[in-house]
């Protein structure tokens, strides 16, 4: 014979096979491969600032760039919202994982009833003598004092599973942090090595400055011997003021440079210390070498991609289980009493229970569907943006090589064209001097020297750019030691 727990126990087994079977078929998900495994510990395996600086001293040999970025990961704004980010979902986590586990807490009461005399609970207790010869008061008191405990047990993974989702979403987080701090560094980077080609400008304008007044007084000397006439010294001068007023337009694009980067490191407007004598030696840095590998390990909006990817795999199954039964055990246990002094009689005032609830949805189907369909074009969400970000870096570092390849052939013949111009400029003053050319070709002449040097630096400086943009696209190298 099956005594009637045992029977029903085998009643609640067959109510969840039969409640299971009932849900209904949603399409299938988007397959994809995932580590579901959680570690042990919710932090970060090693710290990315410190990992950061590590690449930056390795990548950028500049003391002075060097030192801005060490500043800008301590005391930019944006770096420290996004570790409240990372540190609001490390508490997501917390709270994911404290819903699967059993939950306990004490509980006091305390309270007074009147119940009429003509219901049944008042004639039951007008009837009943609690001690003999005394009889239960109409103004019933109640007191107790005990403990209560519920647990959802998480038969089909899902609660475990949206603990999963969450610290996936915390590893993006983690991973966006770091995707900032590249962008950041590299921001600080272009903009520093933009001050130092502006700094070389504007030494360019004052050295073509002098060379033109003193092309201007010459002019003038020959004009009072009548070899030129006054348009000859009007042009020189207007020449000369020319290049004067383009002193200030540099002159604001530093004071603007510099605060931009004053911005980014975090803190006020002030000079920015910067070594631009050594700008026309620079070199890119050789980084070509094994992109693909690079681009796969190193990038955190890869990462990101990855472990939204993840989270919203996860999020699929937790749709999914809510269409299943959900079994929950709770129970309490403590004292209770109707007087405050019985609650120290044992056993009489002891009191205790224990259930179990199989819930299963009926009405609200179509709100679960609705939700796991929404789960699921998430998931797909995730996999094109996977897919968009893989090929988006390796667009990125492809026309970062490209660039940097032809900024180097650009730069030589530049180089070339402002030695032939430096040298045209003795040339066209030896044929003015013996009256075989006249002052516009010498005039021209000094002005295509002018701007072919401005344009060899703004050429540097787009190498610098294309450098600094390479270090963004191979993620900032996050491996240390990765050269």
């Not at 979902?89 to 009461?109: C, D, H, K, W």
């Not at 540097?460 to 191979?474: F, G, H, T």
């Amino acid at each position: 014979m099956i005594d009637r727990t045992t029977e029903s126990w085998i009643l609640t087994a067959a109510l969840c096979l039969l409640c299971g079977g009932c849900v209904p078929y949603l399409g299938k998900t988007a397959a994809r491969p995932v580590d579901t495994s959680v570690p042990e510990s919710f932090g970060a395996s090693k710290d990315e600032t410190n990992s950061a600086r590590l690449a930056v001293s390795k990548f950028f040999r500049d003391p002075a760039l060097v030192k801005l970025v060490e500043q800008a990961l301590d005391n930019n704004q944006e770096l420290n919202i996004v570790q409240q980010e990372i540190a609001i979902a490390n508490s997501e986590i917390m709270a994911r994982q404290g819903e699967y586990l059993p939950r306990l807490g004490i509980r006091t009461e305390a309270g007074i009833e009147k119940v009429g005399e003509f219901t049944s609970q008042g004639a039951s207790d007008a009837a009943n003598e609690i001690k003999p010869g005394r009889r239960v008061p109409q103004k019933l008191q109640s007191y107790g004092l005990g403990f209560a405990a519920s647990w959802e047990v998480d038969i089909w993974n899902k609660l475990r599973n949206a603990t999963k989702a969450a610290f996936y979403r915390y590893l993006a987080t983690v991973e966006g942090k770091k995707f900032m701090i590249t962008r950041l560094v590299a921001e600080i980077a272009r903009s520093y090595f933009e001050l130092e080609a502006l700094d070389n400008q504007l030494d360019v304008l004052r050295r073509n400055i002098e060379i033109q007044t003193a092309a201007l007084d010459v002019v003038r000397v020959q004009k009072q011997a009548a070899r030129v006439t006054e348009l000859a010294v009007q042009r020189f001068e207007a020449e000369v003021l020319r290049s004067r007023s383009r002193v200030f337009d540099v002159q604001q694009e530093i004071v603007q440079t510099e605060n931009r980067i004053n911005y980014l490191v975090g803190r006020f407007p002030q000079r920015v210390e910067r070594n631009s004598q050594r700008f026309a030696s620079l070199r890119p840095s050789d980084v070509a070498t094994g992109v693909p590998t690079q681009l796969l390990e190193n990038r955190p909006d890869l990462k990101r991609a990855e472990m939204g990817l993840a989270a919203a795999k996860l999020d699929v199954s937790v749709a999914r289980a809510r269409f299943y039964p959900s079994l929950s055990i709770e129970g309490s246990a403590g004292l209770e009493a109707f007087e405050l002094n019985s609650l120290k009689a044992l056993p009489e005032s002891l009191f205790y229970n224990a259930f179990a609830n199989v819930t299963a949805p009926l009405l609200n189907r179509k709100a679960l569907t609705a939700s796991y369909r929404v789960a699921n074009s998430k998931q797909m969400q995730a996999v094109l943006t996977y897919e968009q970000t893989i090929r988006k870096a390796f667009a990125e570092a492809a026309n970062q090589i490209a660039m940097i390849a032809n900024l180097g052939g650009k730069y030589q013949l530049k180089q070339q064209q402002v030695d032939i111009l430096r040298r045209a400029i003795d040339v066209s003053s030896q044929l003015f001097s013996s009256a075989r050319a006249d002052y516009m070709e010498v005039l021209l002449t000094r002005r295509d020297v002018l701007e072919a040097e401005m344009e060899l630096i703004e050429t540097k400086k787009r190498q610098m750019s294309a450098m600094v943009n390479m270090y963004q696209a191979l993620g900032g190298g996050w491996r240390e030691g990765a050269e």
